[in-house]
Protein backbone atom coordinates (compact mmCIF):
# COMPACT_ATOMS: atom_id res chain seq x y z
CA UNK A 1 0.00 0.00 0.00
CA UNK A 2 1.59 3.71 -1.03
CA UNK A 3 0.31 6.01 1.08
CA UNK A 4 2.05 8.89 -0.77
CA UNK A 5 4.56 9.65 2.06
CA UNK A 6 8.38 9.86 1.82
CA UNK A 7 11.10 9.49 4.32
CA UNK A 8 13.34 12.51 4.18
CA UNK A 9 16.61 10.17 3.21
CA UNK A 10 14.53 9.63 0.03
CA UNK A 11 13.50 13.28 -0.20
CA UNK A 12 17.07 14.09 0.08
CA UNK A 13 18.26 11.50 -2.07
CA UNK A 14 15.36 12.77 -5.08
CA UNK A 15 16.30 16.16 -4.76
CA UNK A 16 20.30 16.59 -4.53
CA UNK A 17 20.85 14.16 -7.61
CA UNK A 18 23.43 15.71 -9.85
CA UNK A 19 24.79 18.15 -7.43
CA UNK A 20 28.31 18.79 -6.28
CA UNK A 21 28.71 17.71 -2.71
CA UNK A 22 25.58 15.67 -2.60
CA UNK A 23 26.18 13.11 -0.08
CA UNK A 24 28.04 15.66 2.35
CA UNK A 25 24.93 18.23 2.05
CA UNK A 26 22.38 15.15 2.71
CA UNK A 27 23.88 13.73 5.71
CA UNK A 28 24.00 17.69 7.11
CA UNK A 29 20.67 17.96 6.70
CA UNK A 30 20.33 14.58 8.04
CA UNK A 31 22.30 15.93 11.12
CA UNK A 32 20.05 18.95 11.41
CA UNK A 33 16.61 16.60 11.19
CA UNK A 34 17.97 14.93 14.51
CA UNK A 35 18.84 18.57 16.12
CA UNK A 36 14.92 18.98 15.35
CA UNK A 37 13.99 16.00 16.80
CA UNK A 38 15.50 16.66 20.14
CA UNK A 39 14.68 20.11 20.35
CA UNK A 40 11.14 18.66 19.09
CA UNK A 41 11.03 17.01 22.58
CA UNK A 42 12.38 19.49 24.49
CA UNK A 43 9.52 22.03 23.81
CA UNK A 44 7.14 19.29 24.06
CA UNK A 45 7.66 18.46 27.20
CA UNK A 46 8.35 22.20 28.64
CA UNK A 47 7.78 22.88 32.05
CA UNK A 48 7.43 19.20 33.05
CA UNK A 49 11.15 18.43 31.09
CA UNK A 50 12.30 21.68 33.04
CA UNK A 51 13.07 23.53 29.95
CA UNK A 52 11.35 26.87 30.56
CA UNK A 53 11.98 29.91 32.05
CA UNK A 54 15.07 32.53 31.92
CA UNK A 55 18.54 32.55 31.89
CA UNK A 56 20.62 35.67 33.72
CA UNK A 57 22.21 35.49 30.19
CA UNK A 58 21.34 37.94 27.22
CA UNK A 59 21.69 37.50 23.38
CA UNK A 60 23.24 39.22 20.69
CA UNK A 61 20.44 41.27 20.24
CA UNK A 62 20.26 42.19 23.90
CA UNK A 63 17.11 39.67 24.63
CA UNK A 64 17.07 37.72 27.57
CA UNK A 65 17.76 34.77 26.95
CA UNK A 66 15.28 31.32 27.39
CA UNK A 67 16.77 27.94 28.73
CA UNK A 68 15.24 26.63 25.60
CA UNK A 69 17.09 29.25 23.75
CA UNK A 70 20.41 27.92 25.09
CA UNK A 71 19.52 24.36 25.17
CA UNK A 72 17.79 24.33 21.23
CA UNK A 73 21.52 26.20 20.27
CA UNK A 74 23.17 23.39 22.38
CA UNK A 75 21.21 20.66 20.95
CA UNK A 76 22.06 21.59 17.02
CA UNK A 77 26.21 22.27 17.28
CA UNK A 78 26.44 18.95 19.00
CA UNK A 79 24.26 17.43 16.08
CA UNK A 80 26.39 19.17 13.43
CA UNK A 81 30.35 19.58 14.73
CA UNK A 82 30.90 16.50 14.88
CA UNK A 83 30.93 14.84 11.77
CA UNK A 84 33.15 17.04 9.36
CA UNK A 85 30.46 18.44 7.14
CA UNK A 86 30.36 21.95 8.63
CA UNK A 87 33.69 24.84 8.72
CA UNK A 88 31.45 26.68 10.72
CA UNK A 89 28.29 27.65 12.41
CA UNK A 90 26.34 31.13 13.36
CA UNK A 91 23.69 31.45 15.65
CA UNK A 92 21.69 34.32 16.96
CA UNK A 93 22.29 32.69 20.46
CA UNK A 94 26.13 33.01 20.25
CA UNK A 95 28.50 36.60 20.26
CA UNK A 96 30.81 35.37 17.74
CA UNK A 97 30.62 32.42 15.48
CA UNK A 98 31.04 28.88 16.80
CA UNK A 99 34.54 27.68 16.08
CA UNK A 100 34.56 24.00 15.44
CA UNK A 101 36.50 21.96 17.86
CA UNK A 102 39.75 20.68 16.91
CA UNK A 103 39.50 17.55 17.06
CA UNK A 104 36.71 17.71 14.69
CA UNK A 105 37.52 17.62 10.86
CA UNK A 106 36.10 21.19 8.95
CA UNK A 107 33.77 20.50 6.45
CA UNK A 108 32.51 22.59 3.47
CA UNK A 109 29.54 24.62 4.67
CA UNK A 110 28.57 26.73 6.93
CA UNK A 111 25.58 26.57 9.23
CA UNK A 112 23.67 29.90 10.42
CA UNK A 113 21.15 29.28 12.49
CA UNK A 114 18.45 30.80 15.09
CA UNK A 115 17.73 28.02 17.10
CA UNK A 116 14.68 28.51 18.80
CA UNK A 117 12.63 31.50 17.12
CA UNK A 118 9.84 32.83 18.90
CA UNK A 119 11.23 31.58 22.02
CA UNK A 120 9.70 34.38 24.32
CA UNK A 121 6.24 32.68 22.64
CA UNK A 122 6.66 29.08 24.80
CA UNK A 123 5.34 30.51 27.99
CA UNK A 124 1.93 31.23 26.65
CA UNK A 125 2.56 27.80 24.40
CA UNK A 126 2.60 29.11 21.09
CA UNK A 127 4.62 27.43 18.75
CA UNK A 128 8.00 28.19 17.97
CA UNK A 129 10.39 26.93 15.42
CA UNK A 130 13.76 26.77 14.17
CA UNK A 131 15.53 28.42 10.78
CA UNK A 132 18.32 27.40 9.09
CA UNK A 133 20.71 28.28 6.55
CA UNK A 134 23.86 26.56 4.76
CA UNK A 135 26.14 28.12 2.78
CA UNK A 136 28.90 27.05 1.02
CA UNK A 137 32.79 27.37 2.04
CA UNK A 138 35.33 26.25 0.00
CA UNK A 139 38.59 27.83 1.43
CA UNK A 140 40.55 25.53 3.31
CA UNK A 141 40.97 28.02 6.25
CA UNK A 142 38.86 28.41 9.29
CA UNK A 143 35.84 30.50 8.21
CA UNK A 144 35.75 34.47 9.34
CA UNK A 145 33.05 36.36 10.20
CA UNK A 146 32.39 38.02 7.33
CA UNK A 147 32.26 34.59 5.60
CA UNK A 148 29.14 34.07 7.07
CA UNK A 149 27.51 36.91 4.93
CA UNK A 150 26.74 35.62 1.80
CA UNK A 151 23.66 36.58 -0.32
CA UNK A 152 20.69 34.44 -0.06
CA UNK A 153 21.08 32.96 -3.89
CA UNK A 154 24.12 31.47 -2.88
CA UNK A 155 22.43 29.36 0.21
CA UNK A 156 22.38 25.97 -0.95
CA UNK A 157 19.69 24.43 1.37
CA UNK A 158 17.35 26.42 3.57
CA UNK A 159 14.58 25.35 6.05
CA UNK A 160 12.55 25.61 9.16
CA UNK A 161 11.00 23.58 11.54
CA UNK A 162 7.80 24.44 13.90
CA UNK A 163 6.98 23.19 16.43
CA UNK A 164 3.51 22.68 18.28
CA UNK A 165 1.18 19.88 18.23
CA UNK A 166 3.14 18.08 15.22
CA UNK A 167 6.36 19.10 14.59
CA UNK A 168 6.81 20.20 10.54
CA UNK A 169 10.44 20.22 8.89
CA UNK A 170 10.51 22.81 5.71
CA UNK A 171 13.62 23.09 3.37
CA UNK A 172 15.13 23.45 -0.13
CA UNK A 173 17.88 22.60 -1.48
CA UNK A 174 17.23 25.27 -4.43
CA UNK A 175 14.51 22.86 -6.63
Not at 42 to 47: H, I, L
Not at 144 to 170: C, E, H, K, N, S
Request: glycine share 10%.
Amino acid sequence: MHLGRTTLSKFLIQQLKGIDGASDLGALLVDVAAAVKAISAMTAKGALGGFLGELDNRNVQGETQKKLDVLANEAIIRACEWGGLVAGMASEELDEPHAIAPEFERGRFLLVFDPLDGSSNTDVNVSVGTIFSVLAHAKAEAPVTADYFQPGRQQVAAGYAIYGPATMLVLTVGK
